[in-house]
């Protein structure tokens, strides 16, 4: 069974750090392109940062530029998100996303338009990040 699975999630006050996993099982993730999204609530899925299989690059959304990081461990089969100066307004659930193989859906994010959830076909079930102020 595919599976992506999401953990690290939790309560930090503003300006901490967090680093969320995406492990992956029955499936290779260094043939996909692996995103995190995220999702507050009443606001639709917003895409945060993408790691392309195809060049190896690395996109992120604007308000996460200089503060996140994201990468990936092909040995382990895993992928992670590290989040510093974290704010309030960084508060969501967090999703872990992936597509292919071959997949080239981290071109959505370098378009400056919304990144669409639908290309990528394997979610994880997320995990809470609380910012407190």
């Known amino acids: 069974q595919l599976q992506l699975a999401e953990s690290g999630g939790g309560l930090v006050q503003s300006g901490g750090s967090l680093r969320l996993s995406c492990a992956a099982s029955g499936f290779s993730l260094n043939v996909y392109d692996i995103a995190w999204f995220r999702q507050a609530p009443g606001k639709e899925r917003e895409g945060v940062a993408c790691l392309s299989s195809s060049d190896g690059s690395t996109s992120y959304t604007d308000s996460v530029k200089g503060r996140f990081t994201a990468s990936r461990d092909n040995a382990e089969n895993m992928a992670y998100l590290q989040m510093n100066s974290l704010k309030p307004e960084d508060t969501a659930v967090y999703y872990c996303?992936?597509?292919?193989?071959?997949?080239?859906?981290?071109?959505?994010?370098?378009?400056?338009?919304?990144?669409?959830?639908?290309?990528?076909?394997?979610w994880g079930q997320g995990t809470q990040v609380t910012v407190s102020s």
């Open positions: 996303a992936a597509e292919g193989p071959f997949g080239h859906a981290c071109g959505f994010f370098t378009t400056g338009h919304p990144v669409p959830a639908a290309p990528f076909r394997k």
